[in-house]
């Protein structure tokens, strides 16, 4: 058979500006920047985050930030996780964490019992910054406990899973949150331990790869998908609407 290959680049975009490329261009790294920059066909492979040193810091160089949020990852057997998240300016700081796995401790909780756990850590955490929330953000999936959450008075969002309409629901987020990393614009408090685990294992599924699938292994992803649903629910529309700093004008 004969066959044409065309090669094209974001080079090739007439509608592109240089600046806008630029942009674009200090936007990626590793196998997004050789697919969405360079045009090519690279496995997603190894972990799927790159973090250095510097995106970790000290609760003590947590700054006040301009807003708070939670984001929830729902499990019963597998990890209950949430994270409170600050964000100043175009800065994301990850400052707390709550995990509870069913199937590590051998308490299954119910619904209910994971709602008081939510209320006293929520209160816990506001107390010991002197902040307020603005919203919890939530694993879409998770209908009986976004109820829960709703009849105890708490202000719920259900996460956005995509923030382009061709995003995969499993890869969405991944690209802002390594975008972050790269610029150090996102921090993980020390303390978080069960979360720099997984960023430190969360890993690209090779065999799927293999077959031109793109996914992570999905392990070790409970606190990696609550970060993804607050990327994808308040960075992601930043992005979404051009405005490419990830600053947040309003909450």
């Known amino acids: ?73 729902y499990g019963i057997y597998n990890p209950m996780a949430w994270n409170l998240i600050g964000v100043l300016g175009n800065e994301v700081y990850i400052m707390e964490e709550y995990h509870h796995s069913g199937r590590e401790t051998n308490e299954t909780k119910t619904d209910e019992q994971y709602t008081q756990d939510f209320l006293e850590w929520k209160e816990s955490i506001c107390n010991k910054y002197g902040i307020e929330v603005e919203y919890t953000i939530v694993d879409p999936s998770a209908s009986s406990f976004i109820v829960a959450l709703e009849q105890e008075g708490q202000y719920v969002v259900k996460a956005n899973n995509k923030v382009f ?44 790869s293999m077959r031109g699938e793109e996914t992570p292994v999905k392990e070790n992803d409970h606190h990696m998908d609550g970060i993804r649903y607050f990327f994808n629910t308040v960075i992601g529309y930043y992005y979404k609407d051009g405005n490419n700093s990830g600053e947040i004008i309003a909450a």
């Open 165 to 208: 309409e061709e995003d995969s629901e499993r890869v969405s987020g991944i690209p802002l949150v390594q975008i972050y990393l790269n610029k150090l614009r996102l921090f993980i408090c020390r303390n978080c331990i069960e979360t720099i685990k997984e960023f430190y294992s969360y890993r690209w599924d090779e065999k799927r």
């Open 1 to 73: 058979k004969k066959l044409l290959y065309l090669h094209f680049t974001m080079e090739d975009n007439p509608t592109l500006s240089e600046n806008k490329k630029q942009q674009y261009k200090l936007m990626y790294k590793g196998a997004f920047y050789e697919r969405f920059i360079l045009g090519l066909w690279v496995m997603a492979e190894g972990l799927v985050y790159q973090i250095i040193g510097d995106n970790f810091i000290d609760e003590d160089e947590i700054p006040v930030c301009d807003y708070y949020y939670i984001s929830c990852d």
